[in-house]
Nanobody, 124 residues
Framework: QVQLVESGGGSVQAGGSLKLSCAAS????????IGWFRQAPGKEREFVAA????????LYADSVKGRFTISRDNAEKMVYLQMSSLKPEDTAVYYC?????????????????WGQGTQVTISS
């Protein structure tokens, strides 16, 4: 089992940057792929980025490609989402999730464990 805790959210102006962190607990963390999802008010939860067990395989939503970078540190049981060139439409609650599979996935139904989320607000 994996427990996840997000941090690093906040409020920044458009064009700014934020780095989200996802701290995991559990002995088998390195065998999980990790995804970031977000949900804005009144909208469905959407995929943002995902990373495979080794950190080599990554996936990004088209809306964040080139602006966001996902990475992981298995020794520290951490996953990061570096967000740059932020836009007001990036405003949402961001969640990290763990999938008991080695390769990254974009479907949220594949993920078994979820964190509580962290709020990101981008002002214009």
């Amino acid at each position: 089992q994996v427990q996840l805790v997000e941090s690093g959210g906040g409020s920044v102006q458009a064009g700014g940057s934020l780095k989200l962190s996802c701290a995991a607990s559990g002995r088998t963390f390195s065998s999980y792929s990790i995804g970031w999802f977000r949900q804005a008010p009144g909208k469905e939860r959407e995929f943002v980025a995902a990373i495979g067990w080794s950190g080599v395989s990554t996936l990004y939503a088209d809306s964040v490609k080139g602006r966001f970078t996902i990475s992981r540190d298995n020794a520290e049981k951490m996953v990061y989402l570096q967000m740059s060139s932020l836009k007001p439409e990036d405003t949402a609650v961001y969640y990290c999730a763990a999938d008991n599979d080695l390769l990254p996935k974009s479907r949220y139904s594949r993920y078994d464990y979820w964190g509580q989320g962290t709020q990101v607000t981008i002002s214009s």
